[in-house]
């Protein structure tokens, strides 16, 4: 923990917003919105004082999977049918459809990355793409030769990286997906800041993206899997793992693997997995468990893990600045840390 503490107050950093691209068809979607849902308002103090709200329903029948929040005004969350939900800062909007009414993601895992409330990138099933404008969901595509697209990050308009699941990445550049790139295996998560630099994490390692090519992974951890990462610079980035430890990132190398999610009573030894990691700066970051609990990390220290609601495994977080994040649970629930 020291050691972390240390590496993460050394490293400066500036906050970086994920952004998406969509596809060239000519084929338009427009999503459909009913009236919102409000933000439930009950709440319980985190150890960084903000607090969590209590659950929100979006859906009763699928898991909420992925949640990015370029603003305090705007995210979008993906179901594992294929469904998108926006949040305006006081409200959730209803189910809106982004494959057709078509099948969802065949893993049960969608993809979505926003750069602001004008444009986001979503993978809602294995291959498909689909863009929206600020006011709906547009150019649906197929990203040619990708087998089941696994990870999804992107640093600009012009910029986004999809990886799938043999390692090949496709990337856009402001006009349509082209690839691949790679081959090294199926990633769990990744992350971009630039065009010339990301991170993907697969198995017990990174690979690292440096504007033309892919490293192939290092191991950096022996003690469980990489399950998330989240960067603000080249210079800053955390990863979490499925026994509960995070490694950081300083620009030249990664610390060793450090428990910050001890067991629970829902683990009989190691940690808690850990699903998702969104850091703003190097001095705020969030992982969320699969044991329903959120972890806040200050500057200086981690918090204790906190349960939220009524400990569903969270499967994603997303956060917009040092007092405003999304979670998602697997029961269709979303929190709003404030």
């Not at 950096?220 to 800053?236: A, I, K, R």
């Not at 190691?270 to 806040?296: E, K, M, P, Q, Y």
Request: hydrophobic share 35%; glycine share 12%.
């Amino acid at each position: 923990m020291v050691l972390l503490a240390l590496v993460l107050a050394a490293c400066g950093g500036a906050t970086s917003t994920a952004t998406t691209g969509a596809s060239s068809t000519t084929t338009t979607t427009t999503a459909t919105t009913s009236a919102p849902r409000s933000s439930t308002t009950t709440s319980t103090t985190s150890a960084a004082g903000a607090h969590w709200s209590s659950p929100t329903s979006l859906t009763k029948t699928q898991p909420l999977v992925d949640v990015s929040c370029p603003t305090t005004t705007f995210c979008v969350a993906l179901d594992g049918g294929g469904n998108a939900y926006t949040f305006s800062g006081t409200a959730w909007s209803s189910a809106q459809s982004l494959t057709g009414g078509g099948p969802g993601p065949s893993s049960g895992k969608a993809y979505v990355s926003c750069v602001s409330p004008t444009f986001c990138l979503a993978i809602p099933s294995d291959t498909r793409v689909v863009s929206w404008n600020g006011s709906s969901w547009v150019n649906p595509a197929t990203v040619t030769g990708a087998q089941r697209l696994q990870a999804l990050a992107c640093a600009s308009a012009t910029f986004c990286a999809a990886v799938d699941g043999v390692g090949d990445a496709f990337l856009y550049r402001g006009s349509g997906f082209a690839g691949s790139i790679g081959a090294w295996g199926g990633p769990t998560d990744s992350a971009c800041v630039s065009p010339s630099f990301c991170v993907a994490t697969e198995g017990g390692g990174f690979a690292m993206w440096n504007g033309s090519s892919w490293s192939q992974p290092q191991d950096e951890d022996p003690v469980g899997q990489l399950q998330s990462v989240s960067c603000t610079n080249p210079s800053f980035c955390v990863a979490g793992d499925s026994a509960g430890n995070v490694l950081a990132w300083n620009g030249s190398r990664w610390t060793a693997p450090q428990t910050v999610d001890p067991a629970s009573a829902a683990t009989s030894s190691g940690g808690n997995a850990v699903a998702s990691t969104s850091c703003v700066s190097t001095a705020f970051c969030v992982l969320v468990d699969t044991s329903g609990r959120a972890i806040v990390y200050n500057g200086a220290a981690w918090s204790a893990p906190e349960v939220l609601g009524h400990g569903n495994a969270l499967t994603s977080v997303s956060c917009a600045s040092s007092t405003f994040c999304i979670a998602t649970d697997g029961a269709g629930n979303a929190y709003q840390y404030h």
